[in-house]
């Protein structure tokens, strides 16, 4: 273990759940709201998510969806259509009873009984099926392509900022199609575009495949999901979508008249990703001194800070600093101009640096009297490290800062993806060594186990109870096939699926 003084304690090694709380906080990200299990998403953090939006937001529209906006409260009766649905959501629905409140002695009572409970939205599948409803009579008009941003609640009893909340930030959507080939044409046309958004975006990159039968989404048919590796070699699904088939629009009574005049019900996908994403990134990510964030998604993509030693030369360095800015500022990057601050608060130069390598912003410039005098500036890379700096001519920092941010971008992914390769086992076959790769070696660092593996899986009830004694599950089967035969690692039985097994948030 290094001794050198790190901005995050603990490190990562240490007590990574904690380090990540403490990278939250660093950062400025976010914070516990008084609500019990939701948070205050704090500027920093919510321009993170304004950036990863925008460029989903975009990718959506591409693929040929508009965007709308449903009811935040859900008819008890329509959760109850779809049994499974209602079945696979119902110990995390928050409900709503009465619509006023009365004083009384000071207190404030509830009044008003609704007729029918309404439950906070988990999921639109059932309030944008009723509007699917009226909206699909003939063939013609389908596909039906929606999408929506909204907030969810889901009572989740143990909570962690970005990665599980009882209200928490995404987008659902939610589509219509005549046959069963298109829709499913859709769900993989929509977990490819989360795929890019991952790893060319995010630079996260991740596993596509196939949820088992257990795991998949209460009432759809299939479901597919992305796996990403974060630091402490566990997995976080990162997005879903799925294949629905004509269970909910027989639950909404989602119903066209084909080309050939006959009535039958459509089929239907829905798909969807949240502001866990932010969680991934900063797991997949942030190193000992704080958040480092890939400059497509950063807020700002260059701090100046201006050194000033004496009084009297704040002016030309304050001068000096906004030229740079300036020209920086007519460049692109990512499809919009180059973000830049100019950190003029009246604080020491260290501490602005600090505060802002552990905000994770992918270029900062230290700009003095000095520098004025040779036309040159002080720039680091937080992917080099918060003390690695190289002199540049300012021309030069300004001139090449696209290409500068972009192999920032590229260095966090290249770096990510060889973590997870490293830590990926191909060659465990027995239940012995599957069971010693993810045993814990110290009982107080839970985290400390192999990674993933990759392995045969034949599936069944004794299997899955074997997995679960180890907080082990089946996080996908990849959609890249060995097509070879073999025997499942858990159970021995013959097996020709290839399985990603791992523990998980």
Known sequence: MSNEKTAISPRREQDYPEWYQQVVKAADLAENSVVRGCMVIKPWGYGVWESVQRHLDAMIKATGHSNAYFPLFIPLSFLEKEASHVEGFAKECAVVTHHRLEAKDGKLIPKGELEEPLVVRPTSETIIGESFSRWVQSYRDLPLLINQWANVVRWEMRTRLFLRTAEFLWQEGHTAHASAEEAVEETFKMLEVYRVLAEEVLAMPVITGEKIPEERFPGAVDTYCIEAMMQDRKALQAGTSHFLGQNFAKASDIKFLNKDGQVEHAYTTSWGVS?????????????????????????????????????????????????????????????????????????????????????????????????IESGQCVLYRRDQGPREKSFVPAATAVASIAETLQSIQQSYFSAAVAYRDANIRRDISSFEDFKAFFTPKNEDKPEAHGGFVLAKWAGGADALEKLSELKVTVRCLPLEQSGTAGSCVVTGRPAVKDAIFAKAY
Not at 278 to 288: C, F, K, L, Q
Not at 302 to 308: A, D, G, N, W
Not at 347 to 356: F, L, M
Not at 363 to 370: A, N
Request: aromatic share 4%.
């Open 275 to 371: 502001t866990r994403l932010i969680g991934g990134v900063i797991m997949t990510h942030a190193d000992d001194d704080g958040l480092r964030l890939p400059p497509r998604i950063a807020p700002k993509h260059v701090v100046i800070i201006p050194v000033i030693p004496k009084p009297e030369s704040e002016a030309a360095v304050l001068e000096y600093a906004e030229s740079i800015a300036s020209g920086l500022r007519a460049q692109s990057y990512d499809g919009r101009p180059v973000e830049v601050v100019v950190d003029r608060r009246d604080i020491r130069g260290g501490d602005k640096s600090w505060e802002w390598i552990k905000k994770g912003i992918p270029v900062r410039i230290e700009v003095g009297p000095r520098d």
